[in-house]
Nanobody
Framework: QVQLVESGGGLVQAGGSLRLSCAAS????????LGWFRQAPGKEREFVAA????????YYADSVKGRVTISRDNAKNTAYLQMNSLKPEDTAAYYC?????????????WGQGTQVTVSS
């Protein structure tokens, strides 16, 4: 019932910034957590950040704290991932996903992904 569409990926130089968007449809996200994940070639999928939709409370992976900000526009039903001071190791396919707020719930809804490439 939740459809997610990412956009905003592209090629950026190291030290630059990029803002990814995730547009949600199908149902309201008041009982959901919206998360961002990334996966580089040959590596496991990695959690990046998430936001509790109803209150806009964010949390982050230690690897990106200080460089990444997750936010949401409730009126547009859209989440954002602002990435600053990008590094080549940030290169990956980025996915947004949604899960219910209950502890231990799985991310059952996923977008198609958007590629972020950071050049040195």
């Amino acid at each position: 019932q939740v459809q997610l569409v990412e956009s905003g990926g592209g090629l950026v130089q190291a030290g630059g910034s990029l803002r990814l968007s995730c547009a949600a449809s199908g149902r309201t996200l008041s009982s959901y957590v919206l998360g961002w994940f990334r996966q580089a070639p040959g590596k496991e999928r990695e959690f990046v950040a998430a936001i509790y939709w109803s209150v806009g409370r964010p949390y982050y992976a230690d690897s990106v704290k200080g460089r990444v900000t997750i936010s949401r526009d409730n009126a547009k039903n859209t989440a954002y991932l602002q990435m600053n001071s990008l590094k080549p190791e940030d290169t990956a396919a980025y996915y947004c996903a949604a899960r219910r707020v209950e502890l231990g719930a799985q991310y059952d809804y996923w977008g198609q992904g958007t590629q972020v490439t950071v050049s040195s």
